[in-house]
């Protein structure tokens, strides 16, 4: 079985600061991937970010970058420069050896000017 | 726009009544998943399609089914609902391959609320 914690229910930040979002994981598989998305308040899931877990760097897309320490099995999202518009609830994910996603419980940013 | 579309994108609805949602996923995608998100819950896992079969399923109530078509859209059928079906519906689809590097693409969700 793969399980997601997300143990900030929600976090604030001051517009053009960098904000980490905390993501581990458990699973027995040796190879699977680990996903982040972006919920804002329209309801939709946008995919953010994915990392391998044999990828020996940490993903990057704009942004967005995803601090990936196998041996903590952790995943966190890093967003720098904040915008307002980065204010939504985000999802870690993994997809492991059963290939359903499998995710947190989310966090909830606010972005303040 | 994600290429995975979803109606209707609202539903009121009385308890004990029926409905079904619709999902169309990306072009090409093979694997249609269905989730569930209340506010108490998260974002649970139902039922995944694979090219026309029932792959894999989660926490879905004998209540609920689903099917996917031969031209690879796929409904949900929900029946008897009750107040607790209330939720935010979400299809995802993802690639042919379904790799642990193939990412899920959501629709915009079908938000059922239950009277």
């Known amino acids: 079985a793969q399980k997601i914690t997300q143990t900030q229910p929600g976090m604030f930040v001051q517009e053009k600061e960098a904000v980490t979002l905390d993501c581990t994981y458990d699973t027995s598989d040796p190879s699977y991937g680990l996903f982040w998305y972006k919920q804002p308040s329209s309801g939709e899931m946008i995919f953010l970010i994915y990392?391998?877990?044999?990828?020996?760097q940490n993903a990057t897309e704009g942004r967005y970058s995803l601090n990936f320490q196998k041996a903590r099995k952790s995943a966190n999202l890093v967003i720098s420069a904040s915008q307002l518009g980065d204010s939504a609830m985000y999802f870690c994910?993994?997809?492991?050896?059963?290939?359903?996603?499998?995710f947190g419980r989310g966090t909830s940013l606010i972005v303040h000017p | 726009d994600s290429g995975v579309t979803q109606t209707p994108k609202h539903l009121i609805t009385a308890t004990g009544q029926r409905v079904t949602l619709r999902c169309s996923p990306r072009?090409?995608?093979?694997?249609v998943y269905w989730y569930q998100q209340s506010l108490d819950q998260g974002l649970q896992f139902l039922i995944q399609y694979y090219n026309g079969e029932e792959r894999a399923k989660g926490n879905i109530l004998e209540r609920f089914s689903a099917q996917q078509f031969p031209d690879l859209h796929s409904e949900l059928n929900l029946s008897s609902l009750e107040l607790g079906d209330s939720a935010l519906y979400f299809c995802a689809s993802s690639a042919v391959g379904t790799g642990m590097n193939t990412e899920a693409f959501f629709g915009q969700g079908t938000r059922l609320t239950v009277v």
């Open positions: 990392q391998g877990s044999y990828d020996q």
């Open positions: 994910a993994m997809r492991g050896g059963s290939y359903i996603p499998t």
């Open positions: 072009s090409g995608d093979l694997s």
